[in-house]
C-alpha cells in the first residue's frame, strides 16, 4: 500500500526567507502523480503544485517549487519569498496515474507552517 | 461558477441523531469524493463517485452513507451519529481525463 511521510508537523520561516518542507512517500508504482495542497485557516484545500511521476524536470509555480527525487521517492517543497499568506498547513498528497477514479489521493499528515514577521 | 460548495458549513447533532451533509459541483465533473480530516491524520477518503448513480466505499466508509441522484451532487449521510464521527468532512471533486481534485470549504460537524 502507497504511504506518504511528513516527518515535519511544524516548521516556522521569517518572511522573506526561504523554507522547505519534506515529504516522502512509499509506492511500487512506476507512474504516478504527486501533489502539495495548501489549507489556510479558511480550512479550503488549495492546490499549491502537482508533479508527474515521469518528468524529470521539478515542477515550479511562482515563488513555490520542488524538488522531486523518484529514486528516494522525496518530494519537497521550497517556497522562496515567504509571504504572511503562506501560513497554513501544507499537505503532501500521492496518486497512482492510472485506474480512473479509483485512484484516490493518499495524504501525509500535513506541516503547519509559521510565517514571522 | 461557484466550483464546489458544501452545505452546511457547521453542525452540531447528538449521539444517534441523523443528518445529510450536500456537496454540489457546478464544473460538469465525473468524479466526486468524500474526506474526513482528524488531528494528525491528514484526510481519509470515506466514499466517492465515478458517476452520476455509482458510488464506491473508500479507507472509511463504515458509519456513512452516501448518494449520487444527480451529476452535480453527491451526498454524505450519517444514518446514527457517533462521536467518533466528530471531524472535519471535505467533499472534493475532479474531472474523469485530469488529475487535480478541487475541494470545498469543509463542514465541521461535532457529535456530542
Known amino acids: 500500500a502507497q504511504t506518504v511521510t511528513q516527518s515535519q508537523p511544524e516548521m516556522s520561516v521569517q518572511e522573506a526567507e526561504t523554507v522547505t518542507l519534506s515529504c516522502t512517500y512509499d509506492t511500487s508504482e512506476s507512474d ?3 501533489f502539495w495542497y495548501k489549507q489556510p485557516p479558511s ?3 488549495i492546490l499549491v503544485i502537482r508533479q508527474e511521476a515521469y518528468k524529470q524536470q521539478n515542477a515550479t509555480e ?3 517549487s520542488v524538488n522531486f527525487q523518484k529514486a528516494a521517492k522525496s518530494f519537497s517543497l521550497k517556497i522562496s519569498d515567504s509571504q504572511l499568506g503562506d501560513a497554513a498547513m501544507y499537505f503532501c498528497a500521492y496518486r497512482r496515474s492510472y485506474g480512473g477514479a479509483t485512484n484516490k489521493l493518499i495524504f501525509g499528515t500535513g506541516t503547519l507552517l509559521a510565517v514571522q514577521p | 461558477n461557484a466550483g464546489v460548495t458544501q452545505t452546511p458549513k457547521f453542525r452540531v447533532l447528538k449521539t444517534g441523531q441523523s443528518m445529510t451533509l450536500l456537496c454540489a459541483q457546478d ?6 469524493y468524500w474526506y474526513r480530516q482528524d488531528p494528525g491524520m491528514g484526510l481519509r477518503l470515506i466514499h466517492y463517485s465515478v458517476g452520476e448513480g455509482t458510488t464506491a466505499k473508500g479507507e472509511v466508509p463504515d ?3 452516501v ?3 444527480k451529476k452535480q451532487n453527491f451526498l454524505l449521510g450519517l444514518e446514527s451519529a457517533a462521536p467518533s464521527q466528530t471531524s472535519v468532512y471535505f467533499c472534493a471533486s475532479r474531472p474523469s481525463r485530469a488529475d487535480t481534485q478541487y475541494f470545498g470549504p469543509g463542514t465541521r460537524l461535532t457529535v456530542l
Request: aromatic fraction near 24%.
Open chain 2, 63 to 65: 458509519g456513512y452513507n
Open chain 1, 32 to 34: 504516478y502523480y504527486l
Open chain 1, 43 to 45: 480550512r479550503q484545500m
Open chain 1, 62 to 64: 511562482n515563488r513555490f
Open chain 2, 27 to 32: 464544473m460538469n465533473h465525473e468524479y466526486m
Open chain 2, 67 to 69: 448518494s449520487r441522484l
